[in-house]
C-alpha cells in the first residue's frame, strides 16, 4: 500500500491531467445523451393500451395533466362572484371523484402559505366558498396578493381561472 501511494505521489500531475482529461471528454460527451421517459417505448404499437392511449393523447393533448379554463359569463367583470365560485369548486370535487385523477388544484382548494408573527401558517386559501360579494372581493385581494396564483390559477385579469387534475399513471389504470 505503501508502495501504490508513493507512487500516486510522485505521478501526481500526470495523474491529475488524465483525470481532468476523461472527466472532460465525458461531460463533452454527455449533450448528447437523452432519456426518453415516454409509455411509448414500453409498448408495442399493435398493442390494444397503445392504441387507446395514441387515442387518449390525440383528443387531450397529452397524458399527464387535464386542465380547465374558466372564464367568468358577460355579466360579471371577474370569476371572484359566489356563483362562478361555486362552479369551480364543484368541478374541483367532481374531478377528485374520478378514480384516475391524483390530484386536482384550483382556487377554491389551493394552499396557502403566509407569513405570521412567530413564523408562517400552511391551510387552505378558502375554508369555505364566499357567500356575498364583499367575501368574494376579499378572496380577490388574497389571491392577487400572492404571485403565486396569478398567472396559475387565475388569469392576470382576474376574468379566466385554472382548475388542473393530476392523471393516474397509464400503467396503473392498467392493472385494474
Known sequence: ??????????????????????????????KDVSMDNSIRIWLVEDDPSMQEFANFNETYGGDEFISLALKTNG??????????????ANISKDLKRVKEVTYVVSITDAIDVWGVDD?????????????????AEELKNRIFSNP??????????????LITARLQDIDAIDER
Open 1 to 30: 500500500m505503501k508502495i501504490f501511494a508513493e507512487l500516486i505521489l510522485k505521478f501526481r500531475i500526470p495523474i491529475l491531467i488524465i483525470t481532468f482529461c476523461i472527466c472532460s471528454i465525458s461531460i463533452y460527451t454527455m
Open 75 to 88: 355579466n360579471s367583470d371577474s370569476i371572484f362572484n359566489p356563483s362562478d365560485l361555486e362552479i369551480i
Open 119 to 135: 413564523g408562517i401558517h400552511i391551510g387552505e386559501l378558502m375554508e369555505e366558498l364566499p357567500k356575498t360579494e364583499a367575501e
Open 148 to 161: 403565486l396564483y396569478v398567472g396559475t390559477l387565475i388569469s392576470e385579469d382576474g376574468k379566466t381561472a
